[in-house]
């Protein structure tokens, strides 16, 4: 169970995606039968509680995407009755409650999480972010980087990006490059991979550069108000008045009561 929250943009003005935590890998441990003889584990069998756990967790999940926290809240804590070792439950509520602002709770179900499965890349993922949004991007790093080196990990470009997004909070702009360009590398069509490049490409002044990573994501379904902003000053500065009017009547028709559309109408485009 793999899913990520939608693109979103922070007060360092990078996108960022933080995934949730995975399911627990299995382990092949040896047990013995009635009769005595080995048996080798496996994850058909799995105690009743686990697999009511893990129903309760995606039932969870599914709460936080929607951004009902609370009711998400409470299926972890069902989950978490039923199967009090489980670690992405845990780094579920870490997530919930980062998001009720619940900064002691999300730390200690993090770092719970943790302890239970130290080499989860998934859970470092979490627990990076979690340091990252709240003061401590310097050690978070750290954490991005453990799960960016492991083999197992299936979505690298999450962590990269986080990684990218954090660099810059601690303004270095090489390292946080660096980081975008692995997540495209890893993954070229991500829309957040190709909006941090974007506007690094923009910030630097290479227009051409960012122009080609916005159009990647304009292309896509993530039209989010942050990304319509960016794609207007991009064509302004090019010098595509047809472009700019195009994302222009977008952002007013998607988000007419956003702060972007109202930098826009002032002509803040250099804010």
């Given amino acids: 169970m793999k899913i990520a929250r939608p693109v979103v943009l922070f007060g360092i003005t990078f ?7 995975g399911c627990v890998t299995s382990t ?14 496996t994850g058909s069998d799995k105690s009743d509680n ?5 129903i309760r967790l995606q ?36 997530l919930i409650y980062m998001d009720l602002g619940e900064t002691r709770l999300a730390e200690e179900n993090f770092t719970r999480a943790l302890r239970l499965a130290p080499n989860d890349p998934d859970l470092s993922n ?40 954090c660099s810059l909070i601690l303004k270095d ?21 190709n909006a941090n490049l974007a506007r690094i490409n923009y910030e630097r002044g290479d227009l051409e550069r960012a122009r080609f990573y916005i159009a990647r994501v ?25 472009a700019e009017a195009s994302f222009a009547t977008q952002l007013r028709r998607r988000y007419p009561n956003s ?9 803040a485009f250099n804010e």
């Fill in 218 to 242: 304009t292309k896509t379904d993530m039209l989010t108000a942050e990304v319509l902003w960016l794609a207007i000053k991009i064509e302004r500065k090019v010098g595509d008045r047809a």
């Fill in 28 to 41: 092949t441990t040896s047990s013995s039968n009635q009769d005595g003889d080995a048996m080798t584990v």
């Fill in 15 to 21: 996108f960022s995606m933080v995934l949730l935590a």
């Fill in 173 to 193: 702009s090489v390292a946080a490059e660096r980081y975008f360009n692995e997540a495209f590398r890893y993954d070229p069509g991500s829309p957040t991979t």
């Fill in 126 to 165: 979490n627990y990076g972010w979690f340091l990252c949004q709240n003061g401590r991007a310097q050690q978070s790093i750290a954490y991005f980087e453990s799960s960016i080196r492991n083999k197992a990990y299936r979505s690298p470009a999450k962590a990269l990006n986080n990684a990218g997004s």
């Fill in 50 to 54: 686990q697999r009511r756990a893990r």
């Fill in 259 to 267: 702060n972007e559309f109202a930098a826009y109408q002032r002509g």
């Fill in 59 to 94: 039932l969870a999940s599914e709460y936080y995407q929607q951004g009902q926290m609370n009711v998400a809240l409470d299926e972890v804590k069902l989950a978490l009755q039923t199967d009090s070792e489980f670690a992405d439950a845990y780094s579920m509520a870490g």
